[in-house]
């Protein structure tokens, strides 16, 4: 089973912020929290990813709360190019670093 | 540049037939990774390998295949015992649970 939860969807309005939150309740001390989207029949891009600490780059931010047991995927000015399925997955690092893949968030950006 | 090459795009295969699905890296990562999607659905874990001539069965292994002769290659045989093969597979790779690259996908269909 995968390591993480995620509501099914979400809507956003085009220009404003999309945050999507994510459950990791089970997550150890060294273990990453990565965030990837896959736009429809595509390979899964990669967003970003942590362990601690928040993240920015020039996709998106991370927040990983003090606890590590969740974290927010923030698209700080969503287009309707970011409307996709958006992944929230902690590896197995005992298995060979295996993703096991939820069911995912689909945001749907509105004009 | 480096990246994750699967081939074909698009494959058609009759019923009875085994059929192989390439996944070539050139990132030097030591672990790599096949999954499938059927449409609306998220990704499942098929074979994993962590290392050379070592491979692990993921989720739903039956009726797949896999080989790890070399660092650079992974392929993926669908034998005539999938008893639904028409998918769309994705292969990715990792330095074991670190920097996952995803291909663009092989889209399968039995005809």
């Known amino acids: 089973d995968a390591k993480t939860t995620q509501p099914p969807s979400m809507d956003c309005a085009e220009g404003r912020a999309a945050n999507l939150p994510c459950n990791h309740s089970?997550?150890?001390?060294?273990?990453?929290v990565y965030w990837y989207r896959q736009i429809h029949s595509q390979g899964p891009q990669y967003i970003i990813h942590?362990?601690?600490n928040n993240e920015t780059n020039e996709m998106a931010s991370l927040i990983i709360t003090e606890d590590r047991k969740s974290s927010t995927l923030i698209l700080p000015h969503a287009t309707l190019r970011d409307t996709a399925v958006y992944y929230c997955i902690v590896p197995f690092y005992n298995q060979g670093g295996k993703l096991i893949f939820g069911q995912g968030t689909e945001l749907s950006v509105k004009p | 540049d480096g990246g994750i090459t699967q081939s074909p795009k698009y494959l058609f295969r009759k019923e009875g037939q085994n059929v192989t699905l390439s996944c070539e890296q050139n990132l030097n990562h030591d672990a790599m990774y096949w999954y499938r999607q059927d449409p609306g659905q998220g990704l499942r874990l098929i074979y994993y390998?962590?290392?050379?001539?070592?491979?692990q069965k993921g989720d739903i292994a039956e009726g797949y295949s896999v080989s790890r002769e070399k660092k650079e290659s992974f392929p993926l045989t669908v034998t005539s015992a999938q008893k639904n093969p028409t998918a769309f597979y994705l292969c990715?790779?990792?330095?074991?649970?670190?920097?996952?690259?995803f291909g663009s996908g092989t889209r399968l269909t039995v005809v």
């Open positions: 089970t997550i150890s001390g060294n273990e990453y």
């Open positions: 942590g362990l601690k």
């Open positions: 390998s962590q290392i050379v001539n070592d491979f």
């Open positions: 990715a790779s990792s330095r074991t649970g670190v920097g996952y690259t």
